[in-house]
T-cell receptor, first 113, second 112 residues
Framework: GESVGLHLPTLSVQEGDNSIINCAYSNSASDYFIWYKQESGKGPQFIIDIRSNMDKRQGQRVTVLLNKTVKHLSLQIAATQPGDSAVYFCAEAHDSGYSTLTFGKGTMLLVSP | DTEVTQTPKHLVMGMTNKKSLKCEQH?????MYWYKQKAKKPPELMFVYSYEKLSINESVPSRFSPECPNSSLLNLHLHALQPEDSALYLC???????????FGEGSRLTVL
């Protein structure tokens, strides 16, 4: 999650590859972690979440891994498709609610056919 | 209906204009939010309404004035904005202040 000014970190993959997007979060007291996908011209869309008492959660084609020791979150997308091209944000929150939600800096995923 | 609807999608205004952004949801959610998003940056929280009452104001300048007329509607009134206020304004809602956060597609604001 280093700041790169106006340039988002970008991950370029081929269709069918597996993608891994990483995120370093800042608050060791966060209880809840979410990955959002934001396509061009649209609002963020919920992908998958994980609570701090878990280290792995699987959805359809997506897996989120949480390593609390090093405050690291990753999103794995299996068999990446062109429709997965978007900016992906990790976010962290406390159990007290979404008013505490803080977004990470985002990674652009580009999938070529 | 799992949508958050925002209007207008695009708005261009001068620094002396008064305009409003509107947001509507019919999911029965009791928490609604305004976020501001600059290009290539993450969304930043501006306001939170919980049960139609303003619960969070993240030190937003008074030229932005939120309003929650009822549990389904959220407005953002704009007055005397600056060019640096140009951004994508996102509305979101959630059941109470927990549970999945649903975002609208945003209103892209340009201040000349």
């Amino acid at each position: 999650g280093e700041s790169v000014g106006l340039h988002l970190p970008t991950l370029s993959v081929q269709e069918g590859d597996n993608s891994i997007i990483n995120c370093a979060y800042s608050n060791s007291a966060s209880d809840y972690f979410i990955w959002y996908k934001q396509e061009s011209g649209k609002g963020p869309q919920f992908i998958i979440d994980i609570r701090s008492n878990m280290d792995k959660r699987q959805g359809q084609r997506v897996t989120v891994l949480l390593n609390k020791t090093v405050k690291h979150l990753s999103l794995q997308i299996a068999a990446t498709q062109p429709g997965d091209s978007a900016v992906y944000f990790c976010a962290e929150a406390h159990d007290s609610g979404y008013s505490t939600l803080t977004f990470g800096k985002g990674t652009m995923l580009l999938v070529s056919p | 209906d799992t949508e958050v609807t925002q209007t207008p999608k695009h708005l261009v205004m001068g620094m002396t204009n008064k305009k409003s952004l509107k947001c509507e949801q019919h999911m029965g959610h009791r928490a609604m939010y305004w976020y501001k998003q600059k290009a290539k940056k993450p969304p930043e929280l501006m306001f939170v309404y919980s049960y139609e009452k303003l619960s969070i104001n993240e030190s937003v300048p008074s030229r932005f004035s939120p309003e929650c007329p009822n549990s389904s509607l959220l407005n953002l009134h704009l007055h005397a904005l600056q060019p640096e206020d140009s951004a994508l304004y996102l509305c979101a809602s959630s059941q109470d202040e927990v549970g999945e956060l649903f975002f609208g597609e945003g209103s892209r604001l340009t201040v000349l």
